[in-house]
């Protein structure tokens, strides 16, 4: 390769001197369209960063000289639907849920905007069918372990369970028997525990465990084992498991215990929200 420029002897333009097997490349101007449309491009780039937000800064960025934000319009946006909404949200938050009519429009908007408030601040844990996985309890089946009215459902959402933030929170807590118990008696207990819900036990293991369970579990799971939702004490004689009903897993709880804790929402969502998503939830099924 010739970096040589030398002019072409056919078409009389110079060549940018770069030759491939003879073959040498013509130093053609670029067409004027081409060269107007990159020099519109630059002169637009220029105004646009100076009219909108363009350039990081280390804290923020460059505000423009339009004072354009999308956070502002979304915020006018959100400001305006919550204005038409102002009315109806304000008669859901002053109605007794209990007696709320379900053709009631406080109803209807708050079972439609209490879906979007679980969306955003329930699914994660309880998923977003509502359905809970481990450790989370499913808000579709009859099963509560403090109640699912919509007394008890708003109490829960407003106050939280085990949370050190609400002095109101629903508060129980289970203690670890691998402290108190050894490990023989635990696994008594957990076969007793197997034989209430109907599940394949130990019978003789199972027989020592129902004096070691009267001792120690029914304080709170009641006699029979049918919990207390005063308590939040679970239903050992169904087949609803929060933390599994294998046998490994209710020894691990009789050992070590379980302490779930669920946030308070008043401080974040407000009455008419909280209302939203108490309808909700109890809409979904599971309700009382």
Not at 1 to 25: A, F, L, N, S
Not at 150 to 176: C, K, W
Not at 221 to 229: I, N, P, S
């Amino acid at each position: 390769m010739d970096d040589k420029q030398t002019q072409d002897p056919v078409t009389g333009v110079e060549t940018t001197g770069h030759d491939w097997d003879g073959i040498r490349e013509l130093n053609n101007p670029m067409p004027r369209w081409w060269l107007w449309t990159l020099y519109g491009t630059i002169v637009w780039g220029i105004g646009y960063a100076i009219a909108y937000p363009a350039w990081p800064l280390i804290q923020g960025a460059t505000a423009g000289v339009l004072g354009y934000s999308t956070r502002a319009e979304v915020a006018a946006e959100v400001a305006a639907v919550d204005a038409r909404n102002a009315a109806v949200s304000e008669a859901l938050a002053r109605a007794d849920l209990a007696t709320l009519p379900v053709d009631d429009p406080a109803h209807q908007f708050g079972v439609s905007g209490g879906a979007a408030v679980f969306r955003a601040n329930c699914s994660q844990c309880h998923g977003a069918g509502a359905a809970g996985g481990f450790g989370y309890p499913n808000l579709l089946d009859d099963s509560w372990l403090w109640g699912g009215t919509l007394e008890d459902i708003e109490y829960t959402v407003r106050h939280g369970i085990r949370n050190e933030t609400d002095p109101d929170a629903r508060f129980s807590q289970m203690p670890a028997f691998g402290e108190m118990l050894t490990k023989p008696e635990i696994a008594e207990i957990a076969e007793y525990v197997l034989a209430l819900s109907g599940q394949d036990h130990d019978a003789a293991a199972a027989a020592q465990g129902a004096p070691l369970f009267a001792d120690n579990c029914a304080s709170c799971h009641g006699e029979t084992g049918t919990g207390d939702r005063t308590q939040g004490a679970p239903d050992l004689t169904d087949a609803l498991w929060l933390y599994s009903g294998t046998r490994e897993a209710v020894t691990e709880t009789i050992t070590k215990a379980r302490f779930g804790v669920m946030p308070a929402w008043s401080p974040r969502l407000s009455d008419a929200e909280v209302k939203a998503v108490t309808l909700y939830v109890h809409q979904l099924g599971g309700g009382e």
